[in-house]
C-alpha cells in the first residue's frame, strides 16, 4: 500500500519537527537547560506495537529518565480543523500544561484522557511514560491500497506539526517534569472518561468489529459521526447507517472515536450492546450485536 497517511504522514511530522528543533537548540544560548530529544521511527506496529516494544524492553536511555512519548501516526488527514489529542491525562495536570498550545493551535481539539490506544504510545504507556497521541482519525482508505499521496491534507498536516512542534518545546524548555498520571482525568469538554489501567502488552486491537468508518465527531464534536459502514458487519446487521451519530454506548454517553476503541476492547463476540443514535436530530435506540474483529479493517 503507498500508506500516504498510515504512516508517511507521521513519518514526515517526526522530520520537520526534529529539524525544526535543531534549529532552535543550534540558535539557543550555551548555558541554555534544554532536554534532550530522540527521534525514533518504529516497525511494526501493526503487527503487535513490536518495534516500540521492543525499545522500551532494550532502551538507549535509562527509562526513569524519559519525560514523555509523542506520538504522531496518521495526522494527513485533518477534516474540518478537528484533531484527536490522546493521553492528556497520561501525567498529572498534563492537559492545563498543554492547554495554551491546544487552544493557540486554532483547531478543533477532541481531547483523550487515556494514554491507551491501538500505536505505539501504548508501548510507553504501559511502561509508565507520559504520552500524547496526535491523530487525525480513519477514513475510506484506511489500512487500503488507495492511501496515495493526493488524499492527503497538506495544510491541515502542517497545523498539526506546529502544535507538536509547540508541546515539544514547551516539554523540552520546562524544567519541571511530567508524573504519570492514570489517564482518568476529563477532557477539554469534561467528557466522560473510561477506566484505564495500563498494560504493556495491550496492542489496542478489540477482539469484536463493529464495522464503521468514524469521524472524528458529531454534534458539538461529542460522540462518533459514521462516515460508512462495511457490508456485512455488527454496524450493518444493529441497523446503524452513514451519517448517524453514536452518542451512547451501554448506556453510557460515548465521547469521541477514542472512547469507543476503548469500549470495543471491553466486548466480546455475540455481546448485545444498546447504543443510541442521532439520525435526523432524532435519537434512535438500536441493539448491535457484536462480531469478531479481523486485523487491519476499519474499527
Do not use: C, Q
Not at 493521553?87 to 483547531?107: F, H, K, Q, T, Y
Amino acid at each position: 500500500h503507498p500508506g500516504a497517511d498510515d504512516d508517511a504522514s507521521g513519518t514526515a511530522a517526526v522530520i520537520m519537527i526534529s529539524k525544526s528543533m535543531a534549529e532552535r537548540y543550534a540558535d539557543a544560548d550555551d548555558d541554555a537547560e534544554l532536554r534532550s530529544i530522540l527521534f525514533l521511527a518504529f516497525t511494526a506496529e501493526e503487527s503487535g506495537l513490536i518495534g516500540s516494544r521492543y525499545y522500551v524492553e532494550h532502551p538507549t536511555l535509562p527509562a526513569g529518565s524519559i519525560n514523555a512519548m509523542i506520538n504522531l501516526d496518521m495526522v494527513g488527514r485533518l477534516r474540518d480543523d478537528t484533531l484527536a489529542v490522546g493521553g492528556v491525562e497520561s501525567a498529572v495536570g498534563m492537559l492545563d500544561r498543554i492547554r495554551p498550545d491546544l487552544e493557540a493551535s486554532g483547531l478543533n481539539i477532541v481531547a483523550d484522557p487515556d494514554g491507551r490506544g491501538p500505536s505505539d504510545h501504548a508501548s510507553f504507556y504501559g511502561a509508565g511514560i507520559p504520552v500524547l497521541f496526535f491523530f487525525t482519525g480513519t477514513h475510506d482508505v484506511y489500512h487500503r491500497p488507495g492511501d496515495f499521496g493526493w488524499t492527503v491534507n497538506p495544510r491541515g498536516a502542517a497545523k498539526v506539526i506546529d502544535l507538536a512542534d509547540a508541546i515539544t518545546t514547551r516539554f523540552a524548555t520546562d524544567p519541571e517534569r511530567l508524573n504519570f498520571g492514570d489517564g482518568r482525568g476529563a477532557g477539554l469538554a469534561e467528557k466522560p472518561a473510561r477506566e484505564a489501567r495500563p498494560d504493556p502488552n495491550d496492542r489496542g486491537y478489540a477482539s469484536v468489529r463493529l464495522g464503521i468508518r468514524p469521524g472524528m465527531g458529531g454534534a458539538d464534536t461529542f460522540g462518533v459521526r459514521v462516515d460508512g459502514v462495511s457490508p456485512g458487519t455488527s454496524a450493518e446487521d444493529g441497523g446503524i447507517l452513514k451519517g448517524d451519530v453514536i452518542v451512547a454506548w451501554g448506556g453510557e454517553d460515548l465521547a469521541d472515536v477514542m472512547d469507543m476503541v476503548t469500549r470495543l476492547r471491553e466486548h466480546k463476540p455475540g455481546d448485545v450492546v444498546p447504543m443510541v443514535v442521532l439520525r435526523d436530530g432524532v435519537e434512535i435506540e438500536l441493539n448491535v450485536k457484536m462480531k469478531a474483529s479481523e486485523r487491519n479493517v476499519e474499527n
